[in-house]
């Protein structure tokens, strides 16, 4: 649809194509430099165009390679949010989408570094091979340059019977580019979503090797295998008198043997300002693990859910954020993401864990979560706290309508979002631009509803004492059941609250009508702009994507919905 929705995915469009284009732009006008530069001619003599395409993907590997840590530089995009360049909607969209930008640059890197080792195991063979008895002409006359004294060398191989593959390793950059390939293949196939969900610290320590990998690419090009003629040597050696009179060089003035020399690395000076910039961001970590958190209490849900109440010196939060915690008694290196659930005006942050990995496991354990008695708040293992970071459901106050959507565990941002809407509420002079919600969970697992019921139904009691019902629908719907639960849902079904919540609203059982559900709010909301929040799987996120596309009016004065997805 057109309209503003199309100002919000063009935006992202934009971003695409401006790195797209960026890129392209690179490749072919140093493919074409190296293609006609005249200090290389002699250098494309033996190794032909495969030059070009070495030394241009080699610049967008550098390009790509400065911007990669960009998006993960949690402190800095949490600033950038906070300035007013970034107050607009559309903008501040953007860097809700970091790690998808991350995810694009690395397909990037992946790219242009294989590219880059394609054409660079051509030009090992063409050096191998322009050293042979087969290799005529001014072809073996370059690579013969260097067997005498006042020479320099162009051809890296000097002589035919040499492996080539031991010679390379004996090399700066063959001992480096192995350690790049080795170290991004590893990196790559360890971010699958597959590893990452079967096994989050494989995935996290394999990340970062890209130590290694950087550290490796800062000197990869110190080796300065690939030659070219210095300009001194272009001054007096003029290559197109020169060049068909090879035979000559040693005897004629006006042709002086040509001197080589490699050329200088330039990959740090890509990569210096970013390295740096996520140097700050690990000190300032540092300096964040070393504050003390204090643990003021412990709550052990009946299903499976850790909720733990901490207070931290100059911490401050906004609905919808997410801190990064480490527990040094089970990793001293491991940071995991949590969204908050706590609202900013009360007292205390608050996170909830539930077991889904090693590391999740092990807290519950070590917080006596899994069935053993929970320990007294002094006992407990110290917590370190990172941020809090920004994410997209910090602009819910931003719409006049919007659509609050959780799948699973993906409720825990809106505890939060849902708490501070009743504090808001509750305080008469503060104007809110926020005048409805719609609310949808979908839930697999009756026992999950158990945390996040008592909070709903402490909010609907408020909300009603306060006459303010109408500000919050919600909807909360259960996929999963087995015959029991159907018939001890059956037999209270005319009661006046749910049997599964405990709720007025009563539970819906399967999956929601999204057409109808689109239709209904576009029809009550003809002409506002309306925030949908997501937090859950990818397959439900593109339904919704695709029901914002669809209920979006291609009149700018009709009703317009704004997607937004939790991703952290």
């Known amino acids: 649809m057109m309209g503003c929705w199309l100002l919000n995915e063009g935006l992202s469009t934009i971003l695409v ?50 911007l990669i840590l960009i998006p993960v530089s949690r402190n800095l995009i949490s600033f950038i949010r906070g300035t007013s360049i970034c107050c607009g909607g559309p903008w501040r969209r953007q860097l809700d989408k970091n790690l998808r930008f991350h995810k694009l640059v690395a397909y990037g890197i992946a790219v242009n570094a294989t590219i880059h080792i394609v054409a660079h195991f051509f030009n090992l063979e063409r050096y191998h091979w322009s050293q042979s008895e087969e290799a005529q002409g001014l072809l073996a006359a370059l690579s013969k340059l260097g067997n005498t004294p006042n020479e ?26 192995l350690v790049i390939s080795l170290a991004l293949v590893l990196i790559m196939t360890s971010s699958t979503e597959f590893i990452r969900q079967a096994s989050y ?27 070219g003629q210095t300009q001194d040597s272009l001054s007096l050696h003029n290559i197109t008198f020169c060049r068909d009179r090879y035979a000559e060089w040693q005897t004629v003035a006006q042709c002086p043997v040509p001197q080589f020399s490699g050329k200088e690395p330039s990959a740090w000076k890509w990569i210096l300002g970013p390295v740096v910039l996520y140097a700050c961001e690990r000190i300032i970590r540092f300096w964040r693990f070393q504050q003390e958190v204090v643990i003021t209490k412990v709550v052990s849900h009946p299903s499976g859910v850790l909720e733990l109440h901490m207070k931290k010196r100059g911490f401050k939060m906004a609905p919808g954020q997410y801190i990064l ?12 993401p949590f969204t908050l659930t706590s609202a900013p005006q009360e007292d205390f942050f608050s996170v909830h864990i539930r077991a889904a990995g090693d590391w999740t496991a092990a807290l519950l354990e070590a917080f006596g979560a899994e069935g053993q008695a929970l320990q007294e708040p002094w006992s407990l293992p110290r917590l370190a706290v990172d941020g809090p970071f920004g994410t997209a459901l910090t602009d819910v106050f931003h719409y006049p309508v919007c659509v609050c959507v959780a799948a699973g565990i993906g409720v825990t941002p809106f ?11 509750s305080e008469a002079q503060t104007p809110l631009k926020l ?28 909300m ?11 909807h909360i719907f ?58 859950g799987p990818k397959a439900l996120s593109r339904t919704l994507q695709k029901m914002c596309r669809l209920y979006s009016s291609a009149d700018p004065r009709g009703v317009h919905f704004y997607y937004n997805k939790e991703s952290f």
């Not at 610290?201 to 030659?227: C, N």
């Not at 409805?436 to 909010?459: G, H, N, P, Q, T």
């Open 17 to 66: 194509l401006s790195w797209l284009g960026i890129n392209f732009y690179l490749f072919i006008d140093t493919f074409y430099w190296y293609e006609e530069e005249e200090s290389f001619h002699y250098t494309r003599v033996i190794l032909g165009s495969t030059l070009a395409w070495a030394r241009a993907s080699a610049l967008c590997l550098n390009f790509n390679c400065m």
């Open 152 to 177: 320099s060398y162009l051809n890296p191989v000097r002589t035919f019977p040499t492996n080539t593959t031991t010679e390379l390793l004996r090399t700066i950059a063959g001992v480096t580019g």
């Open 201 to 227: 610290e494989l995935f996290w320590y394999t990340h970062h090797v890209f130590i290694v990998f950087f550290l490796s690419l800062a000197i990869h090009g110190t080796g300065r295998i690939v030659r």
């Open 325 to 336: 915690v480490q527990c040094p008694a089970i990793s001293s290196l491991e940071w995991h």
């Open 415 to 425: 505890a939060a979002l849902l708490k501070s809407m009743w504090y808001k509420c």
């Open 435 to 462: 005048s409805k919600v719609y609310f949808y969970w979908i839930c697999r697992d009756a026992r999950a509803f158990e945390w996040f019921a008592d909070l709903l139904l402490s909010l609907e009691t408020r």
């Open 464 to 474: 009603s004492e306060q006459g303010k019902t109408h500000f919050l629908s919600y």
């Open 478 to 535: 259960l996929t999963g059941w087995d015959e029991n639960q159907a018939l001890h849902i059956a037999l209270h079904w005319d009661e006046n609250t749910d049997v599964i919540t405990g709720l007025k609203q009563k539970t819906f059982y399967g999956r929601p009508n999204w057409n109808d559900e689109f239709k209904q709010i576009a029809y009550n909301h003809p002409s506002s702009s309306i925030g949908v929040f997501f937090c």
